[in-house]
Nanobody, 115 residues
């Protein structure tokens, strides 16, 4: 089984930055396309960013210009760098290794943007 652990969330002031990490075990990161998702209370889980095995990236419009997804296959970790954070970015952030109909999900890490 693939196990994913997200970390790096926390409380940050508006305009601040965070780098989220998704560490994988049980399989090589290099074989998966990976997506970062977020879910705010009462909202649909939405795709934030994705990166393919080949390194191609894609971003949600709401995060474009403020977000960078990257991967370090040697460390078996995917990162989500978020800058210029806004209160509306507050959500639980999840990573997903794409495989089959649902893929593999981590437990999520809470990001709270507030003064």
């Amino acid at each position: 089984q693939v196990q994913l652990v997200e970390s790096g969330g926390g409380l940050v002031q508006p305009g601040g930055s965070l780098r989220l990490s998704c560490a994988a075990s049980g399989s090589a990161l290099s074989v998966y396309d990976v997506g970062w998702y977020r879910q705010a209370p009462g909202k649909q889980r939405e795709l934030v960013a994705s990166i393919t095995r080949g390194g191609s990236t894609s971003y949600a419009d709401s995060l474009k210009g403020r977000t960078t997804i990257s991967r370090d296959n040697y460390k078996n970790t995917v990162y989500l760098q978020m800058n210029s954070l806004k209160p509306e970015d507050t959500a639980v952030y999840y990573c997903n290794f794409k495989f089959g109909p649902r893929g593999f999900w981590g437990q999520g890490t809470q990001v709270t943007v507030s003064s």
